[in-house]
């Protein structure tokens, strides 16, 4: 696919991959709100049906939109395919339903999406599929966890809340060696700051929700990998089960990804200057982001990552009252759990995010009542301090 794209570089890929011009000569791509296609004949209609002849049938099949997004996504991440979803969860979802069966087993990371690990221990359980959860950080509990069964290995990097780095490489170097394949939520970098495939991973999942729409409008996600991976398993999944990406929505990401790289280097510009601020002040007691120096994986986040993200978290002095009063204190700052919007955010991960966990499962997790978690937006840094030191400086 895009082989007219295949000589061009990242920002150019970001505003032209996956445009196909119809007869109305449009500079802008179009969207297309239609569930059905026409054929010229019966004949043709057969054709499309018996896929002898390529094209459109069926919305929940294909979709010029979707497929345009589809198209620029998989250039960006340096991927085959791109099968678009109605969610981020449904992306992972239909990872899991067309690449694994009963009997099967999946090491994955602890450090993952509150509601990935519940897809993972509540519901793939019920279909025979066992997940083990390991350190993110710890190579070795990765390879101890793998067993006869294991079919994939999955993780995040960062982590949210607490920027965690994973070694990409090395677990594809592990899961490789098992006949296992890697799965990788990059959601929180974007191919903007880390393209997995370049690292050995099999499979790129996001939640176009984040830092692909980038201004809080639309539930989206997308899977990327080889041609007879997603081309085939999880496309086969996706038309039979139908959780598509909406026309409208495909629209609004594939605008969002013209503007992501500059987007990202905006928020990692951001989340440094106000990290740096939040590690001198008197009220903190630590800061979780891979830009600083003290953060245990920085030189790996510097390697693998061309910037270390707009995610950051610290702990306040004082436990969940002070987390809390901080928190209510902000004028500007947005009190939601989204992330990856233009707007900033705040949030308590251990009442929100993470408030299902069990206060063992936290505690293992490392996230305790003292910690807040900010997806830096694009807003000017000085408000962002002074909105923060409103709660912080009275603690
Ligand atoms: C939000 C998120 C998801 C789920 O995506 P939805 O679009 O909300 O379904 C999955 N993984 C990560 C890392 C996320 O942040």
Known sequence: MNNKFDNFNFDTLAVRAGQQRTA??????????TSSYVFASAAEAA?????????????????????TFEQRLAALEGGERCVATSSGMSAILSTFMALLQSGDHIVSSRAIFGTTSVLLTNYMTKFGVETSFVDLTDLDSWAKAIKANTKLLFLETPSNPLTEVADIQALADLAHQHDCLLVVDNCFCTPALQRPFELGADIVIHSATKYLDGQGRCIGGAVVGKEDIVGADVYGFLRTAGPTMSPFNAWVFLKGLETLRLRME???????LLAEWLVDHPNIKHVYYPGLVSHPQHALAAKQQKGFGGVLSFEVVGGKQAAWKVIDATGMISITANLGDVKSTITHPATTTHGRLTPEQRADSGINDSLIRVAVGLEDIEDLKTDLARGLDKL
């Open 24 to 33: 109305e000569s449009e500079q802008s791509e179009p969207i297309f709100p």
């Open 47 to 67: 054709a499309r049906f018996s896929g002898e002849e390529p094209g459109n049938i069926y919305s929940r099949f294909t979709n010029p939109t979707v497929r």
């Open 266 to 272: 905006a928020h990692c510009r951001n989340a440094q």
